[in-house]
């Protein structure tokens, strides 16, 4: 957890959030894995998932129910508990298949279900080393 030590707290506001190219609003989002120890920081658009954002980014963020809340191969760890605490609470659906997910911690969820807000700018997570997938062992399905 070096990247946990080495984060400072960090009280994001609306103010940090910035505008693409396109005059969107964005967030900015860094997403560190734990496979392969790669740590990238990314823009979000505000309403995107964080699932969806790593998908578009080639972060290796599985989902493999595509956030239809049918597994839990998108679990991600937020690193700072206060950011966390800004998220709505998990629903039960939400909760059954975190109830699936490798690596569990107090501060875990579906990266289907985090989307971009502007309180959440500068959040940074952690992608567990393994997911429990039911599928066939090493089979990636790729976003539609």
Sequence with gaps: MALLASASLY???????????????????????????????????????????????DID?????????????????????????????PNDDENDMLDLAYGLTETSRLGCQVIAAPELDGIKVRIPGATRNFAVDGYKPKPH
């Design 11 to 57: 009280l994001p506001s609306a103010a940090h959030t910035s505008s693409d190219l396109s005059g969107e609003e964005t967030i900015s989002a860094t997403f560190h894995d734990e496979k392969d120890g790669s740590t990238r920081t990314v823009q979000v658009p505000v309403g995107q998932s964080l699932m969806e954002a790593a998908h578009a980014n």
């Design 61 to 89: 963020l599985e989902g493999a129910c595509e956030g239809s809340l049918a597994c839990s191969t998108c679990h991600i760890v937020i690193e700072d508990p206060e950011l966390y605490a800004k998220l709505e609470e």
